[in-house]
């Protein structure tokens, strides 16, 4: 069956065909493509098309599909069993590989998916400051968690609306949504509210909004409004962990904020290497909250599952190596650099930029700061470069608001693949 054939049966059984609403191309419109295979930088579809890929499962694929470490991992802990509800030594070895690179945690959780790890963090967070309210930026997504599906209304700070039917305004009463960037719409939520707020949540790259950087100032101000009214600072790192760096988007932080820590991080994607595994995690004292030791109940039946420990642990044994990161962030800045110039060249208005892995750009002349700058860059251009790209086997996220990845499987002819299709498609944009 063909891409459209398979697109039209799945619409049968499948709301939308999808089990995943982005991946139904809405935003940038034609028939999705249904992949058969993937092997290191590539994907072939239904049809036998083949593309390069940047989308990279949206993150986890940090090695490239096949990679044969990790391949070896998982076949070798599947014949051993896929699940058992029971503790195993894998675990502890993923919880400690994962408390080894980031400083901030002691102690994690594992669970299946970011969406579950965010929704727990919240939970964690109330339950160890006895308090309710929650701060989210508009343009951050934390997975669909009731609480979290929430934007603000005119990029003023107003308690949100729900973003979604079927969740009731009373669940999100207590979610307050401010613009990304914003010092103004914070300090003024804890100068109104500073006694009830539980914790600040941010992706400190955010990539559901493409790529935007929160403002290093931005940063450290929230660490201090936090510390002086007890609340907790919670780092969303579903997309940015192990991506951006070995020591994740904090490290990258605590760079320019010297002792820069988050109280809970929240990780997914890469620390599963394709595999549905997420984790949270904080100090040794906020995590006593959780149970079996706290009354924060948190659980999980296939949470900590051994083939996808086994995944996890084989990938960030790889990404650990010397110079990983580095090579990973060259590829990528050249990339970016490339996609650039050309855009230049063409005459057409584009910014780009990158950390680690991970990259964004706009059919715009200057950087994005929050939500409502990256919903006025040029959708049409977008599109229509999408689809250029896609008709000349590149796969790019399909939609303005998210981030693209590079993994270290692409290689120099990948790259220059990539930016000669980009030419093609420019000149005609
Ligand atoms: C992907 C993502 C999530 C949700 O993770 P799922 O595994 O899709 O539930 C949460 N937060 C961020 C920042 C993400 O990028």
Redesign the pocket.
Same mark, same amino acid.
């Given at each position: 069956m063909n891409n459209a054939q398979l697109f039209e049966r799945a619409q049968q059984v499948i709301p939308g065909g999808v089990n995943?609403p982005v991946r139904a191309f809405r935003a940038v419109g034609g028939t999705p493509r249904f992949i058969a295979r993937a092997q290191g930088a590539c994907m072939w579809d239904a049809e036998g098309q083949k593309y390069i890929d940047y989308i990279g499962s949206? !993150?986890p694929m940090i090695l490239g599909h096949g990679h044969p470490a990790v391949l070896e991992a998982v076949l070798s802990a599947a014949r051993e069993g896929f699940s058992y509800g029971a503790p195993t030594e894998r675990e502890v070895e993923l919880a400690e590989a994962i408390i080894a690179q980031v400083p901030s945690i002691e102690q994690v959780r594992l669970v299946s998916? @970011? $969406?579950?790890? !965010?929704m727990s963090a919240i939970r964690l967070a109330r339950g160890a400051t006895g308090r309710s309210k929650i701060i989210k930026f508009e343009g951050?997504?934390? @997975?669909?968690a009731d609480a979290l599906l929430v934007k603000a209304g005119s990029g003023l700070a107003t308690f949100g609306h729900p973003t979604s039917a079927g969740v009731p305004a009373e669940v999100v009463q207590h979610t307050l949504v401010l613009e990304y960037n914003n010092l103004e719409q914070i300090e003024e939520a804890f100068r109104t509210q500073g006694a009830e707020i539980a914790c600040v949540m941010i992706?400190p790259i955010? !990539?559901?909004m493409n790529f935007v950087r929160a403002q290093v100032p931005f940063v450290k101000r929230i660490r201090e409004l936090c510390d002086q009214h007890g609340a907790l600072f919670v780092f969303?790192? %579903?997309? $940015?962990g192990f991506r951006v760096a070995l020591g994740s988007a904090q490290s990258v932080f605590a760079k320019a904020i010297p002792g820069f820590k988050p109280d809970i991080s %929240?990780f997914?994607?890469v620390i599963g290497g394709g595999m549905?595994l997420?984790a949270f995690g904080t100090t040794r004292q906020i995590m006593q909250n959780l149970a079996p030791l706290g009354p924060v109940y948190q659980a999980g039946t296939l949470s900590g599952n051994p083939v996808a420990t086994a995944c996890g642990l084989a990938t960030l044994k790889e990404i650990s190596k010397p110079g990983f990161y580095e090579a990973l962030g060259a590829k990528t800045q050249q990339l970016v650099a490339g996609l650039t110039l050309a855009a230049r060249d063409a005459g057409i208005p584009f910014v780009g930029d990158s950390e680690g892995g991970m990259f964004g750009f706009f059919f715009t002349s200057e950087l994005p700061q929050n939500y409502n700058v990256v919903m006025a860059t040029d959708k049409e251009r977008f599109n229509r470069f999408f689809h250029g790209m896609l008709d000349r086997g590149v796969y790019l996220a399909p939609a303005l608001y998210e981030a693209g990845f590079v993994s270290a499987a692409h290689t120099d002819a990948d790259i220059a693949a990539t930016l000669d299709a980009a030419r093609a498609v420019f000149a005609t944009l």
């Open positions: 995943s949206w !993150g998916s @970011g $969406t579950e790890a !965010g951050c997504y934390h @997975g669909h992706e955010a !990539g559901n969303d790192e %579903v997309m $940015t %929240v997914g994607k549905p997420a």
